[in-house]
């Protein structure tokens, strides 16, 4: 059994002290200095996301204004000349002779200026037509002519609208064909009656400057921004790329909002995005995360550096550390193992001033002692063999005592002495059950037989005062019961209930209580006092010996063969006149050796 159980522990795999050291350290610092960078990384990421997201927010916001303010300030040009009074008359009233004519060009020219000056801070293109096909421009007009302006689509749209501003986000130049594209608010002139045209008024702009307020930095990869009309058209887009890019987020802007983040072309960005109510156009600013957190992932990655180093030689500290620990106790199991083995002569030598050395000093004198031990035990095994020897020749004496009587009953049957004969015989068979120590359980029916035996020679001894009668479960008669156990309740009764002139009865009762078996002697003489059944019962608790040898006898072998709550209880029936003795066993049924 012992050898499986070593074999048992082994499978179950050997884990180090060293091992298990390391293993806390691990779980108990690194683990916690891990989880607070994390924490503080992920604080300092969340605080410094919140803070782009608002950085990038106000410059949103400032690229909005610096937009409104330039589109306002083309409103307001377009204000100024529509609604000054003299060119309204002169509109009205076209002049008819060169002078008249002459005059209100100089007039043009000083609108013009006046209004390039005082309400616009950036260079304009400024063109009025009336209705008998003049117009009036601040630049060159003999590369563009009225009918070339005319069939733009922009110029159409204007007629279209009737008096309301027309915003073109992005067209060709009709002032340079090979130059950069132009913005454009363009209006109809009408009369004081709402009905009558006066003439179309076009102010058209540069993109440039529109971009630089969008895209400051000249590198559109790094934070692209763009402005994109009801029309699909971008604001500076001759790729494609803003126009796919305006489709991709288009859904989520009109799900999610103004400000939001979005995955485009595999990246996480946050996209802002700003509706501009007096042209109807969307500005959209998407800065990528990986710009975002540049400087974040650059710190990260110096400080995932920093603490794989310092863990590095943190985790060599340790290892040396749990090395220099667990050395002492290295040695003391290899001291183990070798007594494990089968070497007594083993001394550990406990150099640390500490608990392995308190620990080592202890193995030696434990050792010390299970050889003294050892050598004791050598010695008790002699004496038990000693022991042994002499019980065996203890026995030659009863046996002897046994064969005597056997000759004597041969000599009473040889005489015709029948009842010396019948007392020989029970008595034979008392003795020699009792010098047959080898089985201590014997069945129930032979437990009966040695009972007759005995009352056999009760009988010759005391005459037929007493009556046996027998209420025996014929399920019961196999169990196995203690050998001699139920001889002492009859001689008991002998002895105390039925040792009376006038004879009485006993009852010999066994039964079967589910996994228990009851044997039970009751008898109809005086029997035992109420008092004198407490003392025997606290004597056969306390295993000490009284008067009544016997019952204290087979109540404690009961107890030693099987336990609690087996035993032998005494009462008294004073109604019923009973004294009652029943011994409590386990139902075992069949042979046992």
């Known amino acids: 059994m012992e050898g499986i159980r070593r074999r048992w522990n082994t499978s179950l795999g050997f884990i180090s002290l060293r091992?298990?050291?390391?293993?806390?350290?691990?779980?108990?610092?690194?683990?916690?200095?891990?989880?607070?960078?994390?924490?503080?990384?992920?604080?300092?990421?969340q605080e410094m996301s919140s803070q782009i997201a608002k950085v990038t927010s106000d410059r949103l916001q400032q690229v909005n204004r610096n937009i409104e303010r330039?589109?306002?300030?083309?409103?307001?040009?377009?204000?100024?000349?529509?609604?000054?009074?003299?060119?309204?008359?002169?509109?009205?009233?076209?002049?008819?002779?060169?002078?008249?004519?002459?005059?209100?060009?100089?007039?043009?020219?000083?609108?013009?200026?006046?209004?390039?000056?005082?309400?616009?801070?950036?260079?304009?293109?400024?063109?009025?037509?009336?209705?008998?096909?003049?117009?009036?421009?601040?630049?060159?007009?003999?590369?563009?002519?009225?009918?070339?302006?005319?069939?733009?689509?922009?110029?159409?749209?204007?007629?279209?609208?009737?008096g309301f501003m027309v915003w073109?986000?992005?067209?060709?130049?009709?002032?340079?064909?090979?130059?950069?594209?132009?913005?454009?608010?363009?209006?109809?002139?009408?009369?004081?009656?709402?009905?009558?045209?006066?003439?179309?008024?076009?102010?058209?702009?540069?993109?440039?400057?529109?971009?630089?307020?969008l895209n400051p930095e000249h590198d559109e990869t790094l934070s692209p921004g763009f402005i994109i009309d009801q029309n699909g058209t971008v604001l500076g887009d001759t790729t494609g790329r803003f126009q796919d890019v305006y489709q991709a987020v288009k859904p989520e802007i009109e799900r999610n909002g103004d400000t939001f983040n979005t995955r485009i072309g595999g990246k996480m960005s946050v996209?802002?995005?700003?509706?501009?109510?007096?042209?109807?156009?969307?500005?959209?600013?998407?800065?990528?995360?990986?710009?975002m957190f540049k400087t974040i992932i650059n710190n990260r990655n110096i400080a995932v550096v920093i603490m794989i180093v310092c863990l590095t030689l943190f985790a060599g500290l340790i290892v040396l550390l749990t090395s220099m620990m667990t050395k002492p106790l290295r040695e003391l199991r290899k001291a183990m193992k070798?007594?494990?083995?089968?070497?007594?002569?083993?001394?550990?030598?406990?150099?640390?001033?500490?608990?392995?050395?308190?620990?080592?000093?202890?193995f030696n004198s434990m050792l010390a002692d299970l050889r003294g031990r050892i050598e004791n035990e050598i010695v008790l095994e002699k004496r038990k063999e000693q022991a042994k020897l002499e019980a065996l020749q203890a026995q030659i004496t009863p046996h002897f005592l046994y064969n005597t009587m056997n000759t004597i009953k041969w000599m009473s049957i040889m005489s015709g002495n029948k009842q010396i004969?019948?007392?020989?015989?029970?008595?034979?068979?008392?003795?020699?059950?009792?010098?047959?120590?080898?089985?201590?359980?014997?069945?129930?029916?032979?437990?009966?037989?040695?009972?007759?035996?005995?009352?056999?020679?009760?009988?010759?001894?005391?005459?037929?005062?007493?009556?046996?009668?027998?209420?025996?479960?014929?399920?019961?008669?196999?169990?196995?019961?203690?050998?001699?156990?139920l001889q002492p309740l009859v001689?008991?009764?002998?002895?105390?209930?039925?040792?009376?002139?006038?004879?009485?009865?006993?009852?010999?009762?066994?039964?079967?209580?589910?996994?228990?078996?009851?044997?039970?002697?009751?008898?109809?003489?005086?029997?035992l006092t109420e008092e004198r059944i407490d003392e025997i019962m606290r004597q056969m608790k306390r295993d000490r010996s009284g008067?009544?040898?016997?019952?204290?006898?087979?109540?404690?072998?009961?107890?030693?063969?099987?336990?609690?709550?087996?035993?032998?209880?005494?009462?008294?029936?004073?109604?019923?006149?009973?004294?009652?003795?029943t011994i409590m066993l386990p139902f075992v049924e069949g042979d046992r050796e």
């Not at 001689?491 to 010999?508: A, D, K, R, S, T």
């Open 19 to 45: 091992t298990k050291l390391i293993t806390a350290f691990t779980v108990c610092i690194l683990l916690p200095v891990i989880g607070l960078g994390v924490y503080v990384y992920k604080s300092f990421e």
């Open 70 to 162: 330039r589109l306002m300030e083309l409103t307001n040009a377009s204000r100024a000349i529509v609604l000054d009074g003299q060119l309204r008359a002169m509109l009205q009233h076209p002049p008819q002779t060169d002078k008249d004519k002459l005059q209100l060009s100089h007039f043009m020219d000083k609108k013009y200026l006046e209004v390039s000056t005082a309400v616009i801070s950036d260079p304009i293109y400024l063109t009025l037509y009336d209705t008998r096909g003049n117009y009036y421009t601040n630049w060159n007009s003999f590369v563009t002519t009225r009918d070339d302006l005319a069939k733009a689509p922009w110029f159409k749209k204007t007629l279209d609208k009737n």
């Open 168 to 213: 073109t986000l992005q067209h060709d130049s009709y002032v340079n064909p090979s130059g950069e594209k132009l913005m454009t608010v363009s209006m109809l002139i009408k009369a004081d009656n709402l009905i009558d045209n006066l003439g179309v008024l076009v102010i058209s702009q540069p993109v440039q400057p529109y971009l630089e307020l």
């Open 271 to 291: 996209v802002s995005s700003y509706l501009i109510p007096m042209t109807g156009w969307r500005v959209v600013q998407i800065v990528p995360y990986s710009e």
């Open 338 to 362: 070798m007594v494990e083995n089968g070497s007594l002569d083993v001394v550990f030598r406990a150099e640390t001033r500490d608990e392995i050395g308190f620990l080592g000093k202890s």
């Open 421 to 485: 004969t019948e007392m020989l015989k029970a008595l034979g068979h008392l003795l020699n059950t009792s010098i047959h120590r080898g089985q201590e359980e014997i069945s129930l029916r032979e437990e009966l037989e040695n009972v007759s035996y005995f009352l056999t020679i009760q009988k010759y001894r005391f005459g037929d005062t007493v009556q046996v009668e027998y209420d025996i479960d014929e399920q019961s008669l196999e169990a196995l019961v203690p050998k001699l156990s």
């Open 491 to 527: 001689e008991n009764v002998y002895q105390h209930g039925l040792f009376m002139e006038n004879g009485g009865q006993m009852c010999i009762r066994s039964r079967r209580h589910g996994a228990c078996l009851y044997l039970t002697v009751e008898d109809t003489g005086r029997g």
């Open 547 to 581: 008067p009544s040898i016997g019952l204290a006898n087979v109540n404690r072998r009961i107890k030693l063969m099987y336990g609690e709550p087996c035993g032998i209880t005494i009462e008294r029936a004073e109604d019923e006149g009973l004294t009652r003795v």
